[in-house]
């Protein structure tokens, strides 16, 4: 758990992220040494980098008492996991000693973590003996042999990192609990044990008013394929009136089993009919509360012509790439994508960061299975997105391949920049030419898709 400093507005009001509003109330404050081995000192750290390393501390140092490892978001989790494989050794030894390490320099953490540490050289025997194995696999439960799940957000972006939390955890269930954002309290999982990708919030209707917006197909793109494929007007025509007919929000009760919606909140804090910008899918209902899946965000990320990929487009086009290198003992460990126009026709780049499962780093990727990955993720888009690349008007799809712990830098620049955290999403496509500096300076490799799709 990881706090932000309030900021002030230009106008002197203010203003703080929603996970800090949370750990400053009282009720937090009060039970949290009966759930959390975290102190308030070590969440509300300001070098985020020390704040994690004495929360694993205390961790490690409780682990008979922990049934329960994560954070808000699947990301936060793994960079974690990551953050302890680099520093178990300096770990070990502060346990051993009963010492903290002198980089620890702020006095909120260091006060409340000597409260708690002594020296102590048969756990940190164990825990070297358990850390020093050569694969990490199941590491979590290792550690925390009485934790029972992980809990972290698993949907949406945040399920890239599924697998890898599945690694981690040696078969520890993945429970994404709510449905949350920075506007409100929204939904709840009624079935925690569920598989991320069958995840399903039950809504709340106490929380906020809830609208939907029936989400209908993009009549520009519509309209370029009539005049690719050489249709007759009146199937365009048909179309554009279909996207053009005002589209009514329909209230929480009126919602339909299989549509998809984008939702629209009024909220007491003063939100008035505001688009959270979620793609939601309707599975069902509980009682007369209905119950979504959360889809996607409402923005197109990649585009080169009239092509349109969304989030869930690419996220199914990486997942279906992906299975040609897990036989291979690798481990997709972080994702993105950025629309390269510097050259006549443009294409799409995507940024893949591996993890060997077990043994070293060092081992080589076949270029032949990578340029394969690369058709398979062609072949996964949507229709339009083929059209486009056998007119040539897009050219070969690339997978750029970055070195270990690119994604944590990624993360470190966001914190650095003023992000929580606690609530960092990794994006699923660069719009920062700084982010897209540091990528381009950590690739190792680079491959392109051989041939058209079908």
Not at 22 to 44: D, V
Not at 234 to 239: D, L
Not at 305 to 320: F, H, I, P, R
């Amino acid at each position: 758990m990881f706090a932000k400093p309030e900021i002030e507005t230009p106008s002197g009001l203010k203003a703080r992220s929603v996970t800090t509003s949370e750990y400053m109330e009282n009720s937090f404050r009060n039970n949290l040494s009966k759930l959390y081995t975290s102190p308030i000192e070590t969440i509300f750290g300001l070098d985020t980098n020390q704040s994690m390393y004495c929360q694993l501390l205390l961790g490690l140092i409780q682990r008979d008492e922990i049934v329960k490892f994560g954070s808000i978001f699947a990301s936060t989790v793994v960079r974690a996991v990551k953050f302890l494989e680099d520093h178990w050794k300096e770990l070990c030894c502060n346990i051993k000693s009963g010492q903290l390490s002198n980089w620890i320099t702020d006095s909120g953490c260091r006060n409340a973590v000597s409260l708690i540490m002594k020296p102590n050289p048969e756990l940190a025997d164990l825990i070297e003996n358990i850390c020093s194995c050569k694969s990490w696999e199941g590491i979590i439960k290792k550690l925390w042999p009485k934790a029972k799940f992980i809990r972290c957000i698993t949907t949406g972006v945040m399920s890239q990192y599924t697998e890898q939390l599945d690694f981690y955890g040696g078969g520890l269930p993945l429970v994404s609990r709510f449905y949350v954002s920075s506007e409100g309290f929204f939904g709840i999982n009624l079935e925690p044990l569920s598989k991320p990708s069958d995840v399903s919030y039950t809504f709340l209707p106490n929380m906020a008013y809830f609208e939907f917006l029936p989400v209908k197909k993009d009549c520009q793109t519509m309209s370029r394929y009539v005049q690719l494929n050489g249709l007759s007007d009146h199937n365009e025509s048909t179309e554009m009136k279909i996207k053009n007919q005002d589209m009514e929000p329909v209230d929480l009760v009126n919602v339909k089993s299989g549509q998809q919606y984008e939702l629209v909140v009024t909220t007491s804090a003063g939100l008035y009919r505001y688009k959270i910008g979620d793609i939601l899918l309707a599975t069902g209902f509980h009682n007369n509360t209905a119950q979504f899946r959360f889809v996607e965000r409402q923005n197109v990320i990649l585009s080169i012509d009239a092509d349109k990929t969304s989030e869930a487009d690419l996220l199914k086009a990486v997942t279906e790439a992906k299975t040609l290198i897990d036989p291979l003992g690798f481990i997709l460990t972080g994702y993105t994508s950025y629309g390269d126009t510097s050259s006549a026709p443009g294409h799409y780049v995507i940024f893949w960061e591996l993890k060997v499962k077990e043994g070293s780093n060092n081992k080589e990727l076949d270029p032949k299975i990578m340029e394969e990955c690369c058709y398979k993720m062609e072949e996964s888009l949507n229709y339009i997105y083929k059209v486009y690349r056998n007119q040539n008007a897009i050219a070969a799809l690339e997978i750029r391949v970055v070195k270990p712990g690119t994604f944590d830098a990624l993360m470190d620049y966001h914190v650095s920049q003023g992000a929580s955290m606690s609530q960092y999403k990794a994006s699923s496509c660069i719009k920062s030419k700084e982010v897209l500096k540091i990528l381009d300076s950590r690739v190792i490799g680079k491959f392109f898709s051989p041939k058209t799709p079908a």
